[in-house]
């Protein structure tokens, strides 16, 4: 038994090396993740975008950001009847918000990728969430990682924004970043009910379509 749990102790003293490592290293992935974030932020400034991108970090939670500004999108009855019209009636601007990159690290070195929709007061998307990956270290954070993730924020943006109109690839590739996302999710009834071989294959398959097609 002494011999057994001495293997058990290697095992486990390798692991949390391995933790550790993970978690020394987001304090020097995340530098890189911050700095294409904030040219961004920088060049969404410039005029050449219809929103300002913000980059934050909370170093508390391991966690960055990078995050829309807010534009209004129309007006607005403040009732619950909008065909009765009352002179007491209060016109309301409403305004979207919302978009964001999440990448935070968890307890056990993993980094967790949430993409965030606009949401308005009158616009509640389907889709206000998704997971796009949970990476198991911070080392797959590569700049093709980066790219696709940055890629699928502006899908996604544009997907829920009421200022655009997304086109057919855009609902097929969010679809499927919706539909592999809830595989993420812990006893999600979904996963349980749809794991069928074929129907994972042709989903991979047409995501990983779009995102190509995205990119040319």
Not at 8 to 35: C, G, M
Not at 112 to 118: A, E, G, P, Q, T
Not at 122 to 138: C, G, N
Not at 176 to 191: E, M, Q, S, T
């Amino acid at each position: 038994m002494y011999s057994y749990l001495s293997k058990i102790y290697k095992l486990n003293k390798k692991s949390q090396q391995k933790r550790f490592i993970k978690r020394l290293n987001w304090s020097v992935q995340k530098y890189r993740v911050l700095r294409t974030f904030e040219k961004l932020a920088h060049d969404s400034r410039q005029g050449s975008f219809i929103d300002s991108l913000y980059v934050t970090e909370n170093k508390e939670l391991r966690q960055i950001q990078l995050h829309s500004g807010k534009h209004p999108i129309g007006l607005y009855l403040e009732t619950n009847d909008q065909y009765n019209l009352q002179h007491n009636q209060n016109i309301c601007l409403d305004v979207e918000s919302g978009a964001a990159i999440v990448l935070s690290q968890g307890a056990s070195g993993e980094v967790i990728v949430l993409l965030y929709s606009f949401v308005s007061e009158q616009r509640q998307p389907h889709i206000e969430s998704l997971v796009w990956s949970v990476l198991s270290s911070p080392d797959d954070l590569t700049n093709n990682v980066i790219k696709k993730i940055i890629t699928d924020f502006f899908i996604l943006s544009r997907y829920t924004s009421a200022l655009y109109t997304e086109t057919f690839l855009d609902r097929l590739r969010i679809n499927y970043l919706n539909y592999k996302g809830k595989f993420y999710i812990p006893n999600n009834k979904v996963r349980n009910a749809l794991l069928n071989h074929w129907v994972v294959l042709l989903i991979g398959l047409i995501g990983s379509i779009c995102s190509i097609v995205g990119f040319f």
